[in-house]
T-cell receptor
Framework: DGGITQSPKYLFRKEGQNVTLSCEQN?????MYWYRQDPGQGLRLIYY???????QKGDIAEGYSVSREKKESFPLTVTSAQKNPTAFYLC????????????????FGDGTRLSIL | AQTVTQSQPEMSVQEAETVTLSCTYD???????LFWYKQPPSRQMILVIR??????QNATENRFSVNFQKAAKSFSLKISDSQLGDTAMYFC??????????????FGTGTRLKVLA
């Protein structure tokens, strides 16, 4: 079955440590996204990528980095510069709409919960 | 800037009854897309229903329907014959194409719905 796989499900970070969250999709989707979810704040966009080797900052990119070397993969690194990394992280992907009236919803992974040790 | 507002942080409904979740958005665009997602306690994001802004007809998916009022920028979700499995967080989302050609999704803060037996 096609889908999006996020790993690990739970991750713990020590002070000053960088950690990387994995996101892999086999849906042949062009676009991939990373969101952070905090209680009462919905989903906030961290980074997104429409094609391989290209990505854009979202609304809360500071303290995070990404790469898009392969279409299937969009890993997110939470750096030591992110002072409040405890949150639930969701990865999503979608087809790039073709034409003006093409409606493409996002498909989501099961998420990674990151906590500070 | 585009925003999505869900003014009801929490709601409850008796099993088999009908409930309506509200969503308003702010945009100057004419072509865009709207979605409702459901996030049950498992935290997986599930697409419930979608609507294209150019369509006047309200979308319907089984027990789920929307009331799309483009002029009022309102996109409410109606759940009929509520079931215990409908208990979840519901997010309204807005998608548009930016001038750079990328697609972004903006989410509301969510409404927590509890269906009571």
């Amino acid at each position: 079955d096609g889908g999006i796989t996020q790993s690990p499900k739970y991750l713990f970070r020590k002070e000053g440590q960088n950690v990387t969250l994995s996101c892999e999709q086999n849906l042949n989707h062009d676009a991939m996204y990373w969101y952070r979810q905090d209680p009462g704040q919905g989903l906030r966009l961290i980074y997104y990528s429409q094609i391989v080797n290209d990505f854009q900052k979202g609304d809360i990119a500071e303290g995070y980095s990404v790469s898009r070397e392969k279409k299937e993969s969009f890993p997110l690194t939470v750096t030591s510069a992110q002072k409040n990394p405890t949150a639930f992280y969701l990865c999503a992907s979608s087809m790039t709409p073709r034409g003006a009236y093409s409606n493409q919803p996002q498909h989501f992974g099961d998420g990674t919960r990151l906590s500070i040790l | 800037a585009q925003t999505v507002t869900q003014s009801q942080p929490e709601m409850s409904v008796q099993e088999a009854e009908t409930v309506t979740l509200s969503c308003t958005y702010d945009t100057s665009e004419n072509n865009y897309y709207l979605f409702w997602y459901k996030q049950p306690p498992s935290r997986q994001m599930i697409l419930v229903i979608r609507q294209e802004a150019y369509k006047q007809q309200n979308a319907t998916e089984n027990r789920f329907s929307v009331n799309f009022q483009k002029a009022a920028k309102s996109f409410s979700l109606k759940i009929s014959d509520s079931q215990l499995g409908d208990t979840a967080m519901y997010f309204c989302a807005f998608m548009k194409k930016s001038t750079s050609g990328t697609y972004k999704y903006i989410f509301g803060t969510g409404t927590r719905l509890k269906v009571l037996a």
